[in-house]
């Protein structure tokens, strides 16, 4: 099993299945409520898709969205981050995919996309 994980600032009632919905079948996620958990589910490429968005990670500001399946739309957390601020015009963060569990938390860098652009970063 693969996933994905980014997050996004701000995000919107409907918009993430908006925006999954352009890139997978048969999408089940009712995100209009955002006060808690929303777990959803789909299919890509005739594979089960597994779908969960937490809202309220980092601070509050910021949703966490996790994709589990053995097929993904992506290839990596920054080709969905990518196509996440295309649709969302928010900011997305993702992890550069280099960290690893143990590692020292000052030395954890991310993705920041924005209206600036694509930036390695900080997260505080």
Request: charged share 30%; net charge negative; with cysteine.
């Amino acid at each position: 099993m693969q996933d994905l994980e980014i997050y996004i600032r701000d995000v919107q009632p409907g918009a993430v299945s908006a925006w999954l919905g352009a890139h997978v079948d048969a999408l089940e996620l009712n995100d209009q409520d955002l006060s808690g958990v929303v777990k959803g589910q789909a299919r890509y490429q005739g594979h089960p898709l597994r779908i969960s968005l937490y809202p309220g990670a980092f601070g509050k500001r910021y949703a966490s969205l996790v994709l589990e399946g053995e097929h993904l739309p992506w290839r990596t957390d920054l080709d969905c981050a990518r196509s996440a601020w295309r649709a969302l015009e928010t900011e997305i963060r993702c992890s550069p995919g280099d960290w690893k569990e143990g590692d020292p938390v000052e030395d954890e860098t991310w993705w920041r996309l924005d209206s600036r652009g694509e930036k390695r970063v900080v997260w505080n």
